[in-house]
């Protein structure tokens, strides 16, 4: 398995961008699929987005697409989520994840990072 940290979170105010960044431990870090999830109180888990273990192919959820870009480098077994054009209803926890194929469901996931909070203020 794979342990995952983030960092980056924060309060930013809406219209504002952040960056996530997501260390992986292990010499498989590039085997695997990358995603992010987040969860607002009260709600479930929802994906944000993902990508391939090559970083060739990656999938947004549709309140994402468009204001957020994942991306990943092996070298540094790190990937990142850039998020922009933050809004309100992007305030949650976000969770680092590993897994796949296909990482765009809970189901998938074999490691979850501890999470960070992201606040956007209006």
């Known amino acids: 398995q794979v342990q995952l940290v983030e960092s980056g979170g924060g309060l930013v105010q809406v219209g504002g961008s952040l960056r996530l960044s997501c260390a992986a431990s292990?010499?498989?870090?590039?085997?695997?699929?990358m995603g992010w999830f987040r969860q607002a109180p009260g709600k479930e888990r929802e994906f944000v987005a993902s990508?391939?273990?090559?970083?060739?192919?990656?999938v947004y959820a549709d309140s994402s697409k468009g204001r957020f870009t994942i991306s990943r480098d092996n070298a540094k077994n790190t990937v990142y989520l850039q998020m922009n054009r933050l809004k309100p209803e992007d305030t949650a926890v976000y969770y680092c994840a590993a897994g796949g194929p296909s990482l765009t469901a809970t189901m998938s996931v074999r490691s979850w990072g501890q999470g960070t909070q992201v606040t956007v203020s209006s």
């Open positions: 990508t391939s273990w090559s970083g060739r192919t990656t």
């Open positions: 292990g010499r498989t870090f590039s085997r695997y699929d």
